[in-house]
């Protein structure tokens, strides 16, 4: 026990006395930072194996309750703003991270690939439906001129077919009125 205290360490028990809470909730508060540090021996342990707390813990864990009654805060998110957050990635998720990224970026270049083929296809559809467009357009016009044309036609032909069947109708009149061959002799 005079170790501890030369070296300004407090016991759970001890430092359970100073926060004003039990070992059991101090216990709680110590595992809520190890995995917030990802580091199991954040805190120095005694040869038993019992953790063992700085002042600075203490302090630590007092700002960490206080932090975690504002709005929307827990005991992990507080924890989070006051100890260091383990930024060292294990190989093997950095491997797989590095796989993933890979892969995203492959299927983002595909996608890219195929987006421009459909811009493509949608130009040359744009282009096409503009093109069919102009020769309905150019169609309509001599659609248009053909009835014009073919009207014009129509009233000359019905123009001439009058004056063709008047002429016959004069021409039946006058032959009715030399009447037949032997009317000229007898008559």
């Given at each position: 026990?005079?170790?501890?205290?030369?070296?300004?360490?407090?016991?759970?028990?001890?430092?359970?006395?100073?926060?004003?809470?039990?070992?059991?909730?101090?216990?709680?508060?110590?595992?809520?930072?190890?995995?917030?540090?990802?580091?199991?021996?954040?805190?120095?342990?005694?040869?038993?194996?019992?953790?063992?707390?700085?002042?600075?813990?203490?302090?630590d864990?007092?700002e960490?309750?206080?932090?975690?009654?504002?709005p929307?805060?827990?005991?992990?998110t507080?924890?989070?703003?006051?100890?260091?957050?383990?930024?060292?990635?294990?190989?093997?998720?950095?491997?797989?991270?590095?796989?993933?990224?890979?892969?995203?970026?492959?299927?983002?270049?595909?996608?890219?690939?195929?987006?421009?083929?459909?811009?493509?296809?949608?130009?040359?559809?744009?282009?096409?439906?503009?093109?069919?467009?102009?020769?309905?357009?150019?169609?309509?016009?001599?659609?248009?001129?053909?009835?014009?044309?073919?009207?014009e036609?129509?009233?000359?032909?019905?123009?001439?077919?009058?004056?063709?069947?008047?002429?016959?109708?004069?021409?039946?009149?006058?032959?009715?009125?030399?009447?037949?061959?032997w009317?000229?002799?007898?008559?």
């Amino acid at each position: 026990m005079s170790k501890v205290k030369t070296n300004n360490l407090l016991t759970p028990a001890q430092a359970a006395k100073d926060l004003g809470i039990s070992v059991a909730t101090l216990r709680k508060y110590s595992l809520i930072v190890e995995r917030t540090t990802e580091n199991s021996k954040y805190f120095e342990r005694n040869s038993q194996n019992n953790r063992l707390y700085t002042q600075k813990n203490i302090e630590d864990f007092k700002e960490m309750v206080k932090l975690s009654h504002g709005p929307k805060m827990t005991l992990e998110t507080s924890a989070a703003q006051i100890y260091p957050v383990a930024d060292v990635k294990k190989p093997t998720e950095t491997n797989s991270d590095e796989k993933k990224l890979e892969e995203l970026q492959t299927a983002v270049a595909k996608l890219e690939s195929e987006n421009k083929k459909r811009e493509l296809t949608i130009k040359e559809l744009q282009q096409e439906l503009t093109d069919a467009q102009k020769s309905k357009e150019q169609l309509q016009v001599e659609l248009d001129t053909l009835k014009q044309q073919a009207k014009e036609k129509v009233e000359n032909t019905d123009s001439s077919k009058n004056e063709t069947i008047k002429e016959r109708i004069n021409e039946k009149v006058s032959d009715d009125k030399k009447g037949h061959w032997w009317n000229r002799f007898m008559g």
